[in-house]
C-alpha cells in the first residue's frame, strides 16, 4: 500500500518503545523501524545487534522511516534497554513453563495506552529472528502478549509481529479516528434530497413510456426505490445521479419517435 505524503508534517506523539533483542539482520531492523512509523511509534532500542550498528542495510529497509532509524538506541543489556520503562510485555507464539499474564494485542494496546496516558512509559519486547526470547529474558516483563496465529504455523518475521502490534496500539491510541479519505466520501444524502432524485427519475420514466402497464407502476416505482436505497447515496452522488436523468430527458425531447429532430432543436420544422 503506497501512501506516503512529504508534505504532511510528522508530529511525535507519546508511543511504546520496541525493544529488538539481538537482531541478526539489519534488513529485520529496517522493516520493523517502517512498521512502527506506520503505526506512530518512533523509539526503537537494539540489544546487541549482530551486525552492530549502524547499519546501511537497515535504513534502505526502512524505507524513508528516517526518524526512527536516526533514533535508534543500542544497548548491551536488555535490563539497560528497560531501565526507565515501567510496563514491559514480551511477545512470544511458545508457550513458556511460568507463570505470567497473558494477554492478546488488543488488551496489551489497551494496557499500554492506559500506562502512557499516565505520563508512564512503555514498551513491547521482541526476540531474535530465530528462536525468539529467551525464559530469562521474559521473567523480566511485565506480561506475555501472544496471537491467535495457526498453531501448526505460529512463527511470525520481527517486522510483522511489530506491525500487528503497533496497529492495536493506533487503533487504542486514535479510538474513533476516521479512516484516511473516510471524510471525503461525503455525509449521506439528506431523505429530501433522496426523495427529489427518486420523484426526478420517475417522472423521467413515465415521460418515456417505461411503465407500460398502469397497475404495474406502484410495484416497480417500490422495487425502483429499493434497489437504488441500497446504494447509500451521498449528495454528490445524489447532484451527479440527477445530472444523468437530465441528460437523458434532453436526448429524448431532441428526437422523436419517428427519429426526427423535433420543434425545440435548430433545423426542427414549426409547422410539423
Not at 10 to 18: D, K, Q, R
Not at 186 to 199: L, N, R, T, W, Y
Not at 210 to 232: H, Q, W, Y
Request: with cysteine.
Amino acid at each position: 500500500m503506497a501512501g506516503t505524503d512529504s508534505s504532511k508534517k510528522l508530529e511525535l506523539f507519546p508511543a511504546p518503545v520496541v525493544v529488538l533483542c539481538e537482531p541478526q539482520l539489519g534488513e529485520n531492523i529496517g522493516t520493523a523501524a517502517r512498521a512502527m512509523a506506520n503505526f506512530g511509534l518512533w523509539d526503537l532500542r537494539l540489544v546487541n545487534p549482530r551486525d552492530g550498528w549502524p547499519s546501511e542495510k537497515a535504513k534502505a529497509a526502512a524505507a524513508k522511516a528516517d526518524h526512527v532509524i536516526c533514533r535508534v538506541q543500542v544497548f548491551e543489556r536488555l535490563e539497560e534497554a528497560i531501565a526507565d520503562l515501567s510496563l514491559v510485555l514480551a511477545t512470544t507464539a511458545r508457550k513458556r513453563d511460568m507463570f505470567k499474564p497473558v494477554m492478546g494485542p488488543d488488551e496489551a494496546a489497551s494496557r499500554m495506552f492506559t500506562q502512557i496516558s499516565g505520563g508512564e512509559k512503555a514498551g513491547l519486547l521482541f526476540g531474535r529472528e530465530r528462536w525468539g526470547l529467551n525464559n530469562e529474558e521474559i521473567t523480566l516483563a511485565d506480561a506475555i502478549v501472544t496471537l491467535p496465529v495457526e498453531p501448526a504455523f505460529a512463527s511470525l518475521n520481527i517486522a510483522q509481529a511489530v506491525l500487528l502490534l503497533a496497529y492495536e496500539w493506533r487503533r487504542a491510541a486514535k479510538k474513533g479516528e476516521a479512516l484516511p479519505f473516510e471524510a471525503e466520501v461525503g455525509a449521506p444524502a439528506s431523505k429530501q434530497e433522496v426523495s427529489g432524485m427518486f420523484a426526478h427519475l420517475e417522472t423521467a420514466l413515465d415521460e418515456a413510456g417505461f411503465f407500460t402497464v398502469a397497475e404495474k407502476r406502484p410495484s416497480m416505482v417500490n422495487n425502483i426505490r429499493t434497489m437504488l436505497g441500497r446504494a447509500d447515496f451521498n449528495a454528490q452522488e445524489v447532484r451527479t445521479f440527477r445530472g444523468i436523468i437530465s441528460s437523458l430527458e434532453r436526448r429524448h425531447e431532441r428526437q422523436n419517435p419517428e427519429g426526427r429532430k423535433s420543434a425545440e432543436e435548430p433545423g426542427g420544422n414549426e409547422g410539423e
